[in-house]
C-alpha cells in the first residue's frame, strides 16, 4: 500500500518549490544589474582587512590582481552583498558561502580512499541554495575566459555547472535520506569524464600527486632537522614563520580546547601524539591575513609526523546577510557546515576558542589533498570539469536542504540553466569593473598591494 503521509509530505515540497517561483522566477534569478547604491567593492574589502595580520593584507591584494579568476576567489564578500540585494527563493540549504570551482578537490576519505568534495567552509552557513550556484557559475564564466574561452563557450561552461546540479537534484530527490546521505564522487570521476589526453594525464598526475601528500612528505618539506635531530619547521618568510611567544601561547591554549571538541575516541589519538614546534602560514586568497598556524606533531611511540593547520575562523560573509549562524564559536560554524556537507570528512577535524578570545576550526594540513589546475583546461574540459562541480554541489545541498522542493523549483528544462548561466557572464562583467575599481585605489595610494603575491 503507498504511504499517503510520505506521499503528503512530497507533494507539500513540490508545491513549495514550486510556489517559491512566484517569489523569484528561474528567468529573474539570472538577471544582474549593479543598483545605484552598491556599495564600494573596495570598501567591502578594507573592511574585512581591519581585523586581519596587517602586515599580510598587501600579499591578499597583490594575490586578487593577478587575474579576474584570483579577485573572484578573493571576493565573497561583495558577491555576497551583491546577492542580498535581490530577491531569493527561500529555499535553503547549507551553504559553502564561497563555492568557486577551485573550492572542489580531491582528499583522502577516513577509509584512506580519494573522494571528490566541496573542500573550503569558512563561509559556510544555511542560506537560499542558489547563492552557492551562482557563485559556481560565476567562477566557471571568470575562469573560462580567463583560460581564452569566448563569451559564447564561457557561457556554454557555465550552463554545464547548473544543468548538473539541476539533473543530480532530481536524482536525489527520488532517492531516501540515507541513500543520499551515502552518496559520494570518487575521484577517479575526473580522470573518466576528461576526454583529451593531455588533459587526461595532467588529472592523472593530481590525482597520483594527492596520494603522496601525506605528513611524511611535508616533513621533508616544511621541517628541517635542528642540532640535536629534532625537527623544525623552516623559516621561509614571509609565506612561512616562527611565531612570538605570545602566539606559541595562544596556539598551545587553542589546542588544549581542540581537544575537547574531539569525540572520545578521537581524544584518545591525538593523546599519543606531542607537539614539537609551530609557525605562521600564509593560506589561499580571500583567507590572507587571518590567523593560521601550523602545528608538527609526533607520535609519542614512533616519531612518526602529524601536521594539523590550525585556522582562525570569522564570522561568514553570509551573516550580515542572512540569520546569524547558531554557534557563538566560529570554528564550530565551519566544522560543523563541513561535516554536513561533506560525504566523508577529515578524522581531526575540530574547533576551539584561543585565549584572546578568537576561533579556529583544526584540521589536517596534508591528507592527500589535490586540486585540479583550472587554468590548464581546455573550454571542452572545463566545461566536463564544471559539470562535476555542479553535482557533487548538488548532492552537498540536498543533504541539508528540502531536495524535493528545490527540484520542483528547477523544474526539467533548462530555464534555470540559461538563467545562472546569463547571471555568470554578467557578473564575469562586474568581476572586471571590481577589480579594476582595486588597481585603481592601489594606484591612488589608497590600499597597499605587495610586490610580489609570494
Known amino acids: 500500500m503507498p504511504n499517503t503521509t510520505v506521499e503528503d509530505a512530497q507533494r507539500r515540497s513540490a508545491a513549495a518549490g514550486k510556489q517559491a517561483r512566484k517569489t523569484l522566477t528561474r528567468t529573474d534569478a539570472g538577471k544582474w544589474k549593479p ?42 564578500a561583495i558577491l555576497a552583498a551583491d546577492l542580498a540585494q535581490s530577491p531569493n527563493t527561500g529555499l535553503l540549504a547549507q551553504l559553502c558561502g564561497d563555492a568557486h570551482i577551485s573550492n572542489f578537490g580531491v582528499y583522502a576519505s577516513p577509509e584512506r580512499s580519494l573522494v571528490f568534495d566541496v573542500n573550503d567552509f569558512d ?24 583560460n581564452g574561452a569566448t563569451d559564447d563557450q564561457a557561457r556554454e561552461i557555465a550552463q554545464a555547472g547548473t544543468r548538473a546540479y539541476r539533473e543530480a537534484m532530481t536524482k536525489l530527490a527520488g532517492m531516501d535520506s540515507l541513500e543520499v546521505w551515502y552518496q559520494r564522487a570518487a575521484a577517479q570521476e575526473i580522470d573518466d569524464l576528461v576526454s583529451r589526453p593531455s588533459q587526461r594525464k595532467q588529472v592523472e598526475k593530481t590525482i597520483e600527486g594527492a596520494r603522496k601528500h601525506t605528513s611524511l612528505q611535508a616533513l621533508s618539506k ?59 602560514k600564509v593560506v589561499g ?16 611511540e614512533t616519531a612518526s609526523p602529524l601536521f594539523l593547520q590550525v585556522k582562525q575562523a570569522e564570522a561568514s560573509v553570509l551573516a550580515a546577510h542572512l540569520q546569524p549562524s547558531r554557534y557563538a564559536n566560529q570554528g564550530q560554524r565551519v566544522v560543523v557546515g563541513q561535516r554536513l556537507m561533506q560525504a566523508a570528512s577529515d578524522i581531526f577535524l575540530g574547533w576551539s576558542t584561543a585565549s584572546d578570545h578568537t576561533f579556529y576550526y583544526v584540521r589536517q594540513l596534508r591528507d592527500m589533498k589535490g586540486s585540479i589546475d583550472v587554468g590548464a583546461m581546455t573550454a571542452e574540459d572545463l566545461g566536463v570539469y564544471v559539470a562535476l562541480c555542479g553535482a557533487v554541489l548538488a548532492r ?22 540559461k538563467s545562472m548561466a546569463e547571471f555568470a557572464l554578467s557578473y564575469a562583467d562586474q568581476t ?18 605587495a610586490e610580489r603575491a609570494y
Open 285 to 300: 586568497v580571500g583567507s590572507v591575513g587571518t590567523r593560521c598556524f601550523i602545528l608538527l606533531l609526533q607520535d609519542r
Open 396 to 417: 552537498a545541498h540536498a543533504r541539508s536542504g528540502d531536495r524535493v522542493a528545490i527540484s520542483a523549483y528547477l523544474g526539467d528544462n533548462d530555464v534555470f540553466d
Open 35 to 76: 543598483g545605484a547604491d552598491r556599495e564600494d567593492p573596495v570598501a567591502i574589502l578594507e573592511r574585512q582587512a581591519e581585523t586581519r595580520v596587517q602586515q599580510l593584507v598587501p600579499i591578499r591584494y597583490a594575490r586578487m590582481m593577478q587575474s579576474p579568476f584570483a579577485f573572484l576567489r578573493g571576493a565573497p
Open 123 to 146: 563561509e559556510t552557513l544555511p542560506g537560499p541554495f542558489e547563492w552557492d550556484v551562482k557563485r559556481l557559475a560565476a567562477s566557471a564564466a571568470v575562469a573560462a575566459r580567463d
Open 432 to 449: 572586471l569593473a571590481d577589480q579594476a575599481a582595486l588597481q585603481k585605489a592601489i594606484d591612488s595610494g589608497r590600499v597597499t598591494m
Open 222 to 280: 616544511l621541517t628541517a632537522p635542528d642540532p640535536d635531530g629534532v625537527p623544525r619547521i623552516k623559516n621561509q618568510p614571509p609565506l612561512l614563520v616562527p611565531i612570538e611567544l605570545v602566539d606559541r601561547k595562544l596556539v598551545q591554549a587553542a589546542f588544549a580546547d581542540y581537544r575537547s571538541s574531539l569525540p572520545d575516541e578521537r581524544r584518545v589519538l591525538i593523546d599519543r601524539y606531542e607537539i614539537v614546534d609551530f609557525a605562521m
